[in-house]
């Protein structure tokens, strides 16, 4: 499967911004999908998954009640609404795709990797 993220850019502190990724082919509820970060000099670091029906979800502490992923396995689309941004948010965003977990917290966990897109949060 390949994955195409969009919608990062430059946004201000308390600013929203709203990730897409969209996957190639027909079998997308199949996958288990989420969002991964990295940051300049850090590791990168899960920020949050869904499982294939959409019911279920983890986040990482750091962005509960603030970000949200959600996806429409009708356009194969997996979305990250983040709200309340702080400039610790800025990173590069991975999309990510898993074959054999539902919810997942390791890169290990990842069999597709999307391009990233460039989160920048600062005034």
């Known amino acids: 499967v390949q994955l195409q993220a969009s919608g990062g850019g430059l946004v201000q502190p308390g600013g929203s911004l709203r990730l897409s990724c969209q996957a190639s082919?027909?079998?997308?509820?199949?996958?288990?999908m989420g969002w991964f970060r990295q940051a300049l000099g850090k590791e990168r670091e899960l920020v949050a998954s869904?499982?294939?029906?959409?019911?279920?979800?983890n986040y990482i502490d750091s962005v509960k009640g603030r970000f949200t992923i959600s996806r429409d396995n009708a356009k194969n689309t997996v979305y990250l609404q983040m709200d309340s941004l702080k400039p610790e948010d800025t990173a590069v965003y991975y999309c990510?795709?898993?074959?054999?977990?539902?919810?997942?917290?390791?890169?290990?966990?990842?069999?597709?990797w999307g391009q990233g897109t460039q989160v920048t949060v600062s005034s």
């Open positions: 990510a795709a898993s074959r054999g977990y539902t919810l997942f917290s390791r890169s290990t966990d990842v069999d597709y």
């Open positions: 082919g027909r079998t997308f509820s199949i996958y288990g």
């Open positions: 869904i499982s294939r029906g959409g019911g279920s979800s």
